[in-house]
């Protein structure tokens, strides 16, 4: 009998350990970072109060006060910089620039762990601090957003009707759909320790990722959307980016790019010209 309780004990054990890694693979690396030398444009550094009393880090790229403004949001782990491929093509397009850092990304404030819901309070908090630019006139703000960022863009727009226009790149429909197929990627058994992770978020977290799920609030979103995706992607399956549209239904355009992944649809050919027709037209 001892010998089962002793094998029980190591399983309990042993759960108890990955169930503590697969939590803390979830903290995003912190990537700080530096103004590049040599940019084609000017970046004014600004700080911008968000949720909790913290503060984003943040590039303000101003270029006309009756210009609306885009603002780009990156991805997991990543930082302001990862828009830069974004920010150069844009910079003679007559558009207002901002990228900023999500918090507990880059050189923004830590906030517990990083999630859509807190990317798309970062982005409200970005809209509120340039509303208060005496600078700007023109209100409208149209957003880029890759992977969580495309989705905490989506989130926005569904609560924020001074977003107009919505540009993702690799967006996430449902995030327990994806987070469990990354996690079955790396053989991790859905019950107990994924099912255990969900109801975590659940609880411990308030994340309810049925509620927060994109798909569920693309619908009531005033914006018109521009949705990319990859066929090839492995990090989140062009699935996702068709159960975005078939919930945005028509105010949403759906481009599934062949041969592209997770992070390189910006190389394919006649990108940025369907993009910034997007938000030309």
Same mark, same amino acid.
């Given at each position: 009998m001892w010998? &089962?309780?002793?094998?029980?004990? %190591?399983?309990?054990?042993?759960?108890?350990?990955?169930?503590?890694?697969?939590?803390?693979?979830?903290?995003?690396? !912190?990537?700080?970072?530096? !103004?590049?030398?040599?940019?084609?444009?000017?970046?004014?550094?600004?700080? &911008?109060?968000?949720?909790?009393?913290?503060m984003l880090y943040a590039w303000w790229i101003p270029v006309d006060d009756k210009a609306p403004t885009i603002i780009f949001i990156h991805g997991w782990g990543r930082n302001a910089q990862r828009m830069l491929s974004y920010l150069k093509r844009f910079k003679d397009k007559g558009f207002?620039?901002?990228?900023?850092?999500?918090?507990?990304?880059?050189? @923004?404030?830590?906030?517990?762990?990083?999630?859509? !819901?807190?990317?798309?309070?970062? &982005? %409200?908090s970005s809209m509120n601090y340039l509303e208060t630019? @005496?600078?700007?006139?023109?209100?409208n703000f149209y957003l880029v957003g890759l992977s969580i960022g495309g989705a905490a863009s &989506?989130?926005?727009?569904?609560?924020?009707?001074r977003i107009k226009k919505v540009v993702t790149v690799g967006a996430f429909a449902h995030p327990g759909v994806v987070m469990r197929k990354q996690l079955g990627d790396h053989h991790i058994p859905y019950f107990p320790? !994924?099912?255990l992770l969900f109801n975590y978020l659940r609880i411990f977290q308030k994340l309810d990722l049925d509620v927060i799920a994109p798909e569920k609030h693309i619908g009531r979103a005033k914006a018109q959307f521009l949705l990319i995706h990859g066929e090839q992607d492995q990090t989140?399956?062009?699935?996702?980016?068709?159960?975005?549209?078939?919930?945005?239904?028509?105010?949403?355009?759906l481009w599934l790019i062949p041969g592209r992944g997770h992070s390189d649809c910006h190389f394919e050919r006649g990108f940025w010209e369907r993009v910034t027709g997007f938000f030309n037209n």
């Amino acid at each position: 009998m001892w010998l &089962i309780y002793l094998l029980l004990a %190591i399983l309990i054990l042993g759960l108890s350990v990955l169930f503590f890694l697969i939590i803390k693979g979830f903290e995003n690396p !912190v990537a700080k970072h530096e !103004v590049p030398k040599g940019l084609p444009f000017q970046v004014h550094e600004v700080r &911008i109060p968000t949720q909790h009393n913290k503060m984003l880090y943040a590039w303000w790229i101003p270029v006309d006060d009756k210009a609306p403004t885009i603002i780009f949001i990156h991805g997991w782990g990543r930082n302001a910089q990862r828009m830069l491929s974004y920010l150069k093509r844009f910079k003679d397009k007559g558009f207002n620039m901002m990228a900023f850092d999500a918090r507990s990304h880059g050189n @923004s404030d830590q906030d517990g762990y990083a999630n859509l !819901v807190k990317f798309s309070e970062d &982005i %409200i908090s970005s809209m509120n601090y340039l509303e208060t630019q @005496s600078e700007i006139t023109n209100k409208n703000f149209y957003l880029v957003g890759l992977s969580i960022g495309g989705a905490a863009s &989506i989130y926005a727009a569904a609560h924020d009707p001074r977003i107009k226009k919505v540009v993702t790149v690799g967006a996430f429909a449902h995030p327990g759909v994806v987070m469990r197929k990354q996690l079955g990627d790396h053989h991790i058994p859905y019950f107990p320790l !994924v099912w255990l992770l969900f109801n975590y978020l659940r609880i411990f977290q308030k994340l309810d990722l049925d509620v927060i799920a994109p798909e569920k609030h693309i619908g009531r979103a005033k914006a018109q959307f521009l949705l990319i995706h990859g066929e090839q992607d492995q990090t989140v399956p062009m699935e996702q980016g068709k159960r975005l549209k078939k919930a945005a239904g028509e105010k949403a355009e759906l481009w599934l790019i062949p041969g592209r992944g997770h992070s390189d649809c910006h190389f394919e050919r006649g990108f940025w010209e369907r993009v910034t027709g997007f938000f030309n037209n």
